[in-house]
């Protein structure tokens, strides 16, 4: 388990980010479209997963905002921005915004957030994501990770966009 915390209280996760050298867990996520996206289906593709407990929140929506911005100017680069928001809220709040540049991947039906060790497991946030960033090269190798330590801030964009 890995500890952060939530306005200052702890709370644990399930597990713990994939270690940098490793190979990434594959994953299926659902797109906004209700169709899926697969780890697989990226490979040769240089992947960032923006993970994180909800879009209705005001830091997660930031997150969203900024990489879709950064996102506009990365080469053979998929952002991902994983929560366990239902497709239909993703589309919504991506259509509202503008955001063209990144995928929205809801892990409603899938097993994302234990095998990348994010899943709370603790009040009052139990069964969100913990605000996190996983960075794959080509290979689907794990090239980054951040979990951010108080879930209310923002993670470090530009140490994800340095390693590539």
């Known amino acids: 388990m890995s500890l952060v915390t939530f306005q200052g209280s702890p709370v644990e996760t399930k597990g713990a980010l994939p270690a940098v050298g490793q ?11 209700l169709g ?9 593709k240089r992947v960032i997963l923006n993970i994180f407990p909800s879009v209705d929140t005001g830091t ?7 990489f879709n911005e950064k996102a506009s100017s990365l080469d053979n680069t998929q952002v991902i921005c994983v ?60 090239i980054h990770t951040e979990q951010v330590a108080e879930t209310t801030e923002e993670p470090d964009y530009e140490a994800a966009i340095a390693v590539l």
């Not at 899926?36 to 040769?44: C, D, H, I, N, Y």
């Not at 997660?60 to 900024?66: G, L």
């Not at 509202?96 to 234990?114: H, K, L, P, Q, Y």
Request: net charge negative; proline share 3%.
């Open 23 to 33: 190979a990434a867990p594959d994953f299926t996520l659902v797109k906004a479209d």
């Open 36 to 44: 899926e996206v697969t780890l697989a289906e990226l490979k040769g």
């Open 60 to 66: 997660c929506a930031t997150s969203v905002r900024k």
């Open 83 to 142: 929560s366990a928001d239902l497709p239909f809220a993703a589309a919504r709040f991506c259509g509202a915004e503008g955001i063209e540049n990144v995928v929205t991947g809801s892990t409603f039906r899938s097993s994302f957030g234990d095998d990348y060790g994010v899943t709370f497991v603790s009040a009052p946030l139990a069964g969100l994501m913990s605000r996190s960033v996983v960075v794959i090269d080509t290979d689907g190798k794990v």
